[in-house]
């Protein structure tokens, strides 16, 4: 039998808390049902708010941690992979703590795909720089709610509220907004929902789930930007979006110079063409 100890920074349910471990939701549900789980002590069997200072405290056998992330490709310079919904890219449990590397660039906890790590400072700025020229090509699959007719590049302003930990979108200029851009192209609909392809033109901020609920198309099982009665028809609470597409033009790096590395969810069964 294994072992976890956190203490914990800020208030969460205790479900999320072991997502944040690593644990799949399945399995973190099953280790309440079992009372594997302890907070000060105490065994639990719900899905309780634990507030910040409190000790969680999970048992577990081998191989149920899932593991955090596949390696899609590494040299000298540079480590990819595809990271794990429910995991972070950075924080104490973070793949960046896990791997010893710094993130290039970061994905929501429960944004799964893939991800860059730097393996020394010549790489890391050569990453950024190239990150802001815009010669690295960020895709996503998205599956949003209802039937997405328009496909085309949308333009709109983001303003983030730091202490809600969300964005807004407005489509006209407002105070400490910055523009954004994404490219969308529908793959499939049913009509209940839709596959979407996106390309991050800029990278803000969760500008991806806050400009589809924008453009009236939430992502399934989004719970920060989508509507809850909504994401359960869909029997989804995470969201259905991934990182899936990196393509690279000449960044100084000889094993990513106009190089192209893909990685599929498990949730997409058909292969898009970029």
Request: proline share 2%.
């Amino acid at each position: 039998m294994n072992k976890k100890e956190l203490i914990v920074e800020k208030s969460k349910k205790i479900v999320q808390i072991l997502q944040d471990f690593g644990f799949s939701y399945g399995d973190a549900c099953k280790l309440m049902r079992n009372k594997d789980v302890k907070v000060d002590g105490q065994r639990i069997k719900d899905n309780i708010l634990v507030q910040p200072g409190q000790v969680v405290t999970v048992f577990f056998e081998d191989g149920l941690l899932e593991k955090k992330c596949d390696k899609v490709f590494e040299d000298d310079d540079v480590l990819i992979v595809f990271k794990h919904a429910g995991i972070e890219t950075d924080g104490e449990n973070g793949l960046s703590s896990v791997l010893k590397l710094t993130a290039v660039h970061r994905l929501d906890r429960n944004t799964e795909g893939l991800v860059m790590f730097a393996k020394n400072e010549k790489a890391a700025k050569l990453l950024e720089k190239a990150i802001k020229n815009r010669q690295i090509h960020k895709f996503y699959l998205a599956e949003v709610v209802g039937e997405f007719k328009v496909d085309g590049t949308f333009n709109a302003f983001l303003v983030k509220d730091a202490q809600k930990a969300e964005v807004k979108i407005f489509d006209k200029p407002q105070k400490d907004a910055l523009p954004i851009s994404t490219k969308i192209k529908t793959l499939k609909s049913s009509g209940q929902s839709s596959i979407l392809q996106v390309e991050l033109l800029t990278g803000r901020t969760h500008q991806i789930r806050a400009h589809l609920a924008y453009l009236g198309h939430p992502i399934v099982g989004d719970g920060k930007y989508g509507k809850n009665e909504t994401n359960k028809k869909f029997h989804e609470n995470r969201q259905k979006l991934a990182c899936f597409c990196l393509k690279f033009d000449f960044v100084g790096i000889e094993g990513l110079n106009f190089q192209q590395f893909e990685m599929l969810p498990s949730w997409a069964y058909f292969k898009p063409s970029i």
